[in-house]
């Protein structure tokens, strides 16, 4: 089958680091995805990568090792808005017509 | 950026009525969109695939009968809850993309069905 793994909660304070780790098993990877969600909201995006490596758009990093099938969004100096759930998601065919298959999500909960 | 915007936001309808939800995409074509529900803290679990022009493709357990999808143009799809029990109220969002890259989300469409 297919399959995200990703921590379902995690707890932070304002201004630390947090890691969120995310392994896969999926039949075809064609990249990783993060997306952020806050409660009632809908899924927004964070970052792709579709090579190994790192990729950094501001204070969010993500990360992608395809031999480990592992990745992780890094988030650092985090703030209370922060605080929502986070979504790893891999595509399983090449362009627009990849789905996504999601993890179950992690909930970051950051505290003063 | 692009933009999928996604009609209602919140319905309430009565048990046996249908409920028709849009998603468009605004500023690009899609060929594609995907069609996802979502329960309270949970994660996004794809019910089918709409693609432009033919049809829907679902994902297993999904009634399609229950819930229709009609792709009739490259910018607009549509989701029909029809026959809506109290246990079909939950949330509904819809995707498309441009390339393997981003998804982008309509807005979602919260379905109480009383």
């Known amino acids: 089958g297919q399959s995200l793994e990703q921590p379902s909660e995690v707890t932070a304070v304002e201004g630390a680091i947090v890691q969120i780790n995310c392994t896969y098993q999926t039949s075809g990877f064609y990249g990783l995805s993060w997306y952020q969600q806050h409660d009632g909201g809908a899924p927004t995006f964070l970052s792709y990568n579709g090579l190994d490596g790192l990729e950094e758009t501001g204070r969010f990093s993500s990360f992608l090792s395809r031999s480990d099938s592992y990745g992780y969004l890094l988030l650092q100096e985090l703030q209370m808005k922060d605080s929502a759930s986070y979504f790893c998601?891999?595509?399983?065919?090449?362009?627009?017509?990849?789905?996504?298959?999601f993890g179950k999500g992690t909930k970051l909960s950051v505290k003063p | 950026g692009a933009v999928v915007s996604q009609h209602p936001s919140r319905v309430i309808c009565k048990s046996g009525t249908s409920v028709k939800i849009e998603c468009r995409s605004l500023d690009f074509q899609a060929t594609t969109m995907f069609w996802y529900r979502q329960f309270p803290k949970k994660s996004l679990m794809l019910m089918a695939t709409?693609?432009?022009?033919?049809?829907?493709?679902?994902e297993q357990g999904v009634e399609k009968d229950k819930f229709l999808i009609n792709h009739a143009s490259l910018t607009l799809s549509t989701l029909t809850v029809t026959s809506a029990h109290p246990e079909d109220s939950s949330f509904y969002i819809c995707?498309?993309?441009?390339?393997?890259?981003?998804?982008?989300f309509g807005q979602g469409t919260r379905l109480t069905v009383v």
């Open positions: 998601a891999v595509r399983d065919r090449r362009g627009s017509q990849g789905n996504l298959i």
């Open positions: 995707s498309a993309s441009r390339g393997s890259s981003e998804a982008f």
């Open positions: 709409s693609n432009e022009g033919s049809k829907a493709t679902y």
